[in-house]
Nanobody, 124 residues
Framework: QVQLVESGGGLVQAGGSLRLSCAAS????????MGWFRQAPGKEREFVAA????????KFSDSVKGRFTISRDNSKNTMYLQMNSLKPGDAAVYYC?????????????????WGQGTQVTVSS
């Protein structure tokens, strides 16, 4: 069983930055692609960003492209989401997830394991 634990969420003013981390239990972290999703109240969980197992290919949703970056350190079983120029519309619970494959996937169905989420609040 893979366990994922997110951290780094919090309250930030619009225009500010946060860095989320996702720590995975030891095992097959480095073998699979990883992703970040978010869910705001009353909305569906949506794709934010993903990264291949090697970290050489990334993908972002149009809403965060140019503001967020995703990275991973396989030696630490950890993935990161650097969020800059945050907007009130970015406020949500952010979830990290492990994909079912090594390639990038941008749908919920493509992910097998999920963390419990971390809250990001952006004040205007």
């Amino acid at each position: 069983q893979v366990q994922l634990v997110e951290s780094g969420g919090g309250l930030v003013q619009a225009g500010g930055s946060l860095r989320l981390s996702c720590a995975a239990s030891a095992g097959t972290f480095s073998t699979y692609a990883m992703g970040w999703f978010r869910q705001a109240p009353g909305k569906e969980r949506e794709f934010v960003a993903a990264i291949t197992w090697s970290g050489d290919v990334t993908k972002f949703s149009d809403s965060v492209k140019g503001r967020f970056t995703i990275s991973r350190d396989n030696s630490k079983n950890t993935m990161y989401l650097q969020m800059n120029s945050l907007k009130p519309g970015d406020a949500a619970v952010y979830y990290c997830a492990r994909a079912r494959a090594t390639r990038i996937l941008d749908t919920r169905a493509g992910y097998e394991y999920w963390g419990q989420g971390t809250q990001v609040t952006v004040s205007s």
